[in-house]
């Protein structure tokens, strides 16, 4: 009898030692305040150790976990570059009304970083049409129409340039991306107009020199080829005056087409440039120098 009352006692004494040791473990709630109050001050290492633990406590439970653990959790990977933990813990909020404007900012960049650009572009969407108050409107906009250039949906990156700001639209490597943007559209004026733009702020700019030497020498091509075309179905002397005036014109577009593409081609020497200079050189009858392009066109 003796035993079975010390056994009871045994017992009770290690069942409220077990109690004791269970009360000294902090709980989810308190937990979950303490991430809190760290993600509030700007704690992030420790907000994410915290929300990380118990996400997967919760995980291990197979318990359902609230959104905010995941998008605090995220918003502090994405303050701290953990781009895996950012996909991780915001994919799930990915399709959620609430998610907010900082969540599918992060996920924009988190994209990026792992280059998957459909689901980036699919970020800076959702961001730029459903949060215009957002405090990164401006760079998420910017990226969504460098994207849009990317994947090379020309129209709608032609919709969104309308609306960049002005500010940004000085700046020359989206210049460049706009000109792109004419050129797949086939809207050759607006090109040109940006070629000359783009000189402007940059004389060197590799795309604007290609692609005003290209019209200089289409312009010339085309006035070759059209009075030459008038000139032999009616050689007459007036005509052949013509002739000789829309000469003067072509070399000048000639001379012009010359000095882009030999800045181009000190800048980017590369055998498409050098056809073009070999073709002026023929053209003003300089055998030396056009030989000297068309055995760089082979190189």
């Known amino acids: 009898m003796k035993r079975i009352h010390y056994l009871v006692f045994l017992f009770s004494m290690v069942v409220l030692a077990g109690c004791a040791s269970l009360r000294s473990l902090?709980?989810?709630?308190?937990?979950?305040?303490?991430?809190?109050?760290?993600?509030?001050?700007?704690?992030?290492?420790?907000?994410?150790e915290q929300y990380s633990g118990l996400i997967q406590q919760k995980r291990g439970r197979e318990e359902e976990i609230p959104d905010e653990y995941y998008r605090r959790a995220g918003l502090a990977a994405d303050a701290l570059g953990r781009t895996e933990l950012v996909l991780d813990y915001l994919e799930p909020l990915r399709h959620d009304s609430l998610a907010g404007a900082r969540v599918f900012a992060a996920l924009a960049r988190a994209y990026e970083a792992v280059?998957?650009?459909?689901?980036?572009?699919?970020?800076?969407?959702?961001?730029?049409?459903?949060?215009?108050?957002?405090?990164?409107?401006?760079?998420?906009r910017l990226r969504y129409f460098e994207t849009l250039t990317e994947s090379q949906n020309w129209v709608r990156a032609d919709r969104l340039w309308t609306i960049i700001e002005a500010?940004?639209?000085?700046?020359?490597?989206?210049l460049n991306r706009y000109l792109s943007v004419k050129l797949a559209l086939g809207q050759e004026q607006e090109a040109n107009r940006l070629a000359s733009e783009l000189l402007e702020l940059n004389p060197d700019n590799t795309d604007a020199l290609e692609r005003m030497g290209k019209l200089h020498y289409q312009r010339a091509e085309e006035i070759h080829q059209?009075?030459?075309?008038?000139?032999?179905?009616?050689r007459t002397q007036r005509q052949y005056a013509k002739l000789l005036e829309a000469y003067e014109t072509m070399n000048e577009d000639l001379r012009k087409a010359l000095r882009y593409f030999?800045?181009?081609y000190e800048l980017d020497p590369d055998r498409e440039t050098a056809s073009f200079l070999r073709n002026i050189y023929t053209r003003f009858n300089d055998e030396e120098r056009a030989r000297y392009y068309e055995r760089r066109m082979r190189e």
């Open 26 to 48: 902090p709980g989810e709630a308190e937990s979950a305040a303490e991430a809190e109050a760290a993600y509030a001050s700007g704690a992030y290492e420790q907000a994410l």
């Open 115 to 140: 280059d998957n650009l459909s689901r980036e572009i699919t970020s800076l969407e959702t961001y730029v049409n459903h949060y215009p108050e957002g405090e990164e409107l401006q760079s998420m």
């Open 167 to 174: 500010d940004a639209r000085a700046n020359e490597a989206l």
């Open 226 to 234: 059209r009075e030459t075309r008038a000139y032999e179905q009616n």
């Open 262 to 264: 030999l800045r181009l």
